[in-house]
């Protein structure tokens, strides 16, 4: 702060010094008395600090600046003064005007007061802005600008100029041979509402510019089942069914609660236990003693076996000696001659096989038959497969209950029918079974906080 107060006083006191208030002198500007104030506390800082002066001198430099551009002290006098000659001779052609066209023409120049407040009066020049200056990639562009004119001045064509060298040219002749007459009756006909767009023009041309549609794979075409979207119900499923139709699909429904009755039998019996090997009194008290009886016993059978597996490791010992050199010489020529042997045999079968052509061709025969028949087999499972519900997830199809009303509810007419089933739980299954989703179950209800019962006072009871 005393730094810019005395610069202040160094400008003010230069006798160049100009002010644009002609009222206020530059001596004003400089505080004749400074008040003595203990500053050594932050909070006195701003309190006595009188920056007022230097805030009048800051704002008339800038004063100057956005009116003339600069400090009138620094500017020249041709700038500053001019020499009045009297008024110029084009004033006295006007004035042999007309009164009426001179008004005109001065309204018709004269600007408009919003255009005079949205001009920009400051003489101050914007600040730079450099990120206008600025490019992005711009030292990988020089880089491949140098590299560029490197390759011209060494004779070397860059890769895209070679491709379109390389290019085919199009056969112009051909296109107008090809294109119609706009009013030749038997033209092609083509809807402009269709499915189909039409593609004219060169295939790269349309390829590059996005114009041609990337051909759609034969996968995506393929529904993920065969099953219809609503599934007719079976004929016994009638409010009026036919007799032997809706005994048929009672039929049907009873097996289906069989197989539920074996699985939950089966995991009955798994689960189940022998009565005969429950504990009695008599096991109990076995479990508890053993261990505790017979033990010398024990003892004196471990001391016989380790005698035994000792005269067996010495016996062991004894046995392995040193062959001689007349052993293994044995050992090698029997070895020789087995080899010998299987060589010779290998031989023989293979001579053998030469009269076993007929029986080698219908064992072959009857291999391609077996094949043919697997194959035919695993393309009718896959074809099964379809219109079973695949694994989408961890959870297993449940197909949904069948919805069968016994002999003696049957209603005779539609206005005693009752409903069954869902219509939203029915999409929601055909969905499933359709593999457009997975199979879900409900989320389970989890709390987080363990439930807390407070015995209020007011009512003195558990809520």
């Given at each position: 702060m005393a730094a810019a107060r005395r610069q202040k006083r160094v400008a003010v006191s230069q006798p160049g010094f100009l002010t644009l208030n002609a009222n206020l002198k530059p001596t004003d500007l400089v505080s004749s008395r400074r008040k003595r104030v203990n500053k050594n506390k932050k909070k006195n800082w701003k309190k006595h600090s009188d920056i007022h002066d230097v805030e009048e001198f800051l704002e008339d430099v800038r004063h100057q600046e956005r009116t003339?551009?600069?400090?009138?002290?620094?500017?020249?006098?041709?700038?500053?003064?001019?020499?009045?000659?009297?008024?110029?001779?084009?004033?006295?052609?006007?004035?042999?005007?007309?009164?009426?066209?001179?008004?005109?023409?001065?309204?018709?120049?004269?600007?408009?007061?919003?255009?005079l407040i949205l001009q920009h009066d400051s003489l101050v020049s914007p600040p730079k802005d450099v990120l206008a200056y600025q490019k992005p990639n711009a030292k990988k562009l020089r880089r491949i600008a140098q590299r560029a004119e490197e390759q011209a001045a060494r004779g070397v064509l860059p890769r895209r100029q070679k491709q379109l060298l390389n290019k085919k040219p199009a056969d112009r002749t051909s296109k107008k041979a090809e294109m119609e007459a706009n009013n030749n009756p038997n033209r092609h006909y083509y809807d402009i509402w269709g499915q189909e767009t039409k593609e004219s023009g060169d295939q790269w041309y349309l390829q590059q510019t996005g114009k041609k549609l990337v051909k759609r794979p034969e996968k995506l075409n393929e529904k993920p089942s065969v099953l219809p979207a609503v599934e007719v119900i079976a004929p016994g499923g009638s409010y009026n069914p036919d007799f032997f139709s809706h005994q048929a699909l009672l039929q049907e429904a009873h097996e289906v609660e069989v197989k539920k009755k074996k699985q939950e039998d089966k995991i009955e019996k798994q689960l189940a236990f022998n009565k005969e090997d429950r504990a009695t009194e008599e096991t109990v008290l076995r479990e508890q003693v053993e261990g505790l009886v017979e033990e010398e016993s024990e003892e004196?059978?471990?001391?016989?076996?380790?005698?035994?597996?000792?005269?067996?490791?010495v016996g062991a010992i004894a046995v392995a000696e040193k062959k001689t050199e007349r052993q293994r010489k044995k050992e090698k020529a029997e070895k020789i001659k087995e080899q010998q042997r299987l060589a010779e045999k290998r031989q023989t079968e293979q001579k053998q096989q030469l009269f076993k052509l007929r029986s080698i061709k219908a064992s072959i025969k009857q291999q391609a038959q077996r094949t043919t028949m697997r194959q035919k087999q695993r393309k009718a499972k896959e074809e099964a497969q379809k219109a079973q519900p695949r694994?989408?997830?961890?959870?297993?199809?449940?197909?949904?209950?069948?919805?069968?009303?016994?002999?003696?509810?049957?209603?005779?007419?539609?206005?005693?029918l009752k409903?069954?089933?869902?219509?939203?739980?029915?999409?929601?299954?055909?969905?499933?079974?359709?593999?457009?989703?997975?199979?879900?179950?409900?989320?389970?209800?989890?709390?987080?906080?363990?439930?807390?019962?407070?015995?209020?006072?007011?009512?003195?009871?558990?809520?």
């Open positions: 003339t551009g600069g400090l009138l002290s620094e500017k020249a006098d041709d700038s500053l003064f001019f020499l009045d000659v009297g008024p110029p001779k084009k004033a006295e052609e006007k004035a042999t005007e007309p009164v009426e066209q001179s008004k005109r023409k001065r309204k018709g120049s004269k600007p408009l007061r919003i255009d004196e059978t471990a001391a016989a076996h380790d005698d035994e597996e000792e005269e067996v490791t694994r989408l997830g961890k959870l297993k199809f449940q197909p949904q209950d069948m919805e069968v009303q016994l002999s003696d509810e049957l209603a005779g007419s539609l206005r005693q409903p069954e089933g869902s219509v939203l739980k029915d999409r929601f299954k055909s969905l499933q079974k359709r593999n457009l989703i997975e199979p879900r179950e409900r989320a389970k209800f989890k709390r987080r906080h363990k439930l807390k019962y407070v015995e209020k006072r007011a009512f003195r009871a558990i809520t």
